[in-house]
Every structure is written in structure tokens, then in C-alpha cells.
């Protein structure tokens, strides 16, 4: 077996679903935390000086999303026609761009500026897009895309909950219950259950 390791900071964010990945992949793995006083060292050691990380016997290699196509095309959790590989990918981009919207307003500088893009958020945009994505994923029996498990559902359970906490929506499980049900339905995979009961625990 290759020699792996993921490097991420102490939370689930953007390393989970590597992680919960190479979890349900069987392959074992160093689970590497690393804290704010170490990051400054290890940032220009990385390929574009962030985290999550995936090592490969000695071989560096970086962005969550690729990361997680690839240990998808691994495990066969990947489409089965280029089409479907092509929905997966529109699916997950759609996701990130909610993410990104979130985290962009949350790391507004300025408190009032802030508020005010969270409350833009929260009434002109999180609506469409949440309800978008509710329907996407009724739509796919309760998945992300392609109507089963895919590597993108790994992505999305993974992030869940910091999305969640970004969005100042404390209600979102309730409003939305096909987001918290297909975080567990990932978390409650065999070897992904094990991992999560081992892994330390993080509120996101
Ligand atoms: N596009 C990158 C984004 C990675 C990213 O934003 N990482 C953040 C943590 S969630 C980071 O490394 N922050 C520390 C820094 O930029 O110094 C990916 O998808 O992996």
C-alpha cells in the first residue's frame, strides 16, 4: 500500500472529505492536524501555500475538489459516462459557489460591511440557492448528482457544517432537512463511520 497522508488544520472544512474518502477506499492514512503555530512554517512548503493536503509516497498534491474527484475515480464513486462525470462536476461547483458566497461575507474585515453582506445573503440570494439545491438533491434520490453515492457527496458532508455555521442560518437543518440527511447518510457509511468515531471531534 502507498504511504498517505492528509494535511489539514483541526476541523472538517475542506480536508473531511478527503479524509472520509481514503477512509472508504480502505487505504490508510496519516491524519495530520496541524495549528496555527505551525502553519506559517509548513504554508510555502505546499504547493499554492494552503490547506487541505494529500501526500502520495513523498508526492504533494492540493485542491480539495480534484483531490476528491481523483480518490472518487479511485473508488468508483465517479460517473460512468462523461455526461454524468460533467453533472457530478456542475453539481459540486454549484455547491462551492454557495461556500464561497458564505465564506467571502464572513471574512469581511469591516463588521458593518459584513452584516450587511450576510443580510444581502440571507434575503436576495440563500433562498434561491438553497432551495436550488434542496431540489438537486431530491432529485438525486437524496444525492448530490447522478441519483447515487458519488465522490461529491464525500465533498458535501465534509463541509456541511462549516457551510452551515457561515450562513448564520441556525434553522438550516430544519428548513432544509436533505442537507443534514445526506451529511449522515455519508458519515454513516461503514468505514467511514469508523473513521469519524475515531477521528478527533470538531463542531465543523
Ligand atoms: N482552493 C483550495 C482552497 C484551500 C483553502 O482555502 N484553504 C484554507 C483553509 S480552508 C487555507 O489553507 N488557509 C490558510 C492560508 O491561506 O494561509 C482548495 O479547494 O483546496
Redesign the pocket.
Known sequence: MPKVSVTY?NVK??GEGIRMLLAYGGQEFEDVRVDKEQ?PDL?PKTP?????LLEIDGKQY????AICRYLGRKYGLAGTTLEEDLLIDQNMDFFNDIRMKAVAANYEPDEKVKAAKLEDLKKNHFPFLFSKLDEIIKENNGFLAAGRLTWADFMFAGVYDALKMFTHIPDLDEKYPSFSKLRDTVRSLPKVKEFCESAPKTDF
Open positions: 488544520f472544512g475542506l502553519w504554508k499554492f501555500g494552503q490547506l487541505p492540493a485542491q480539495c475538489i
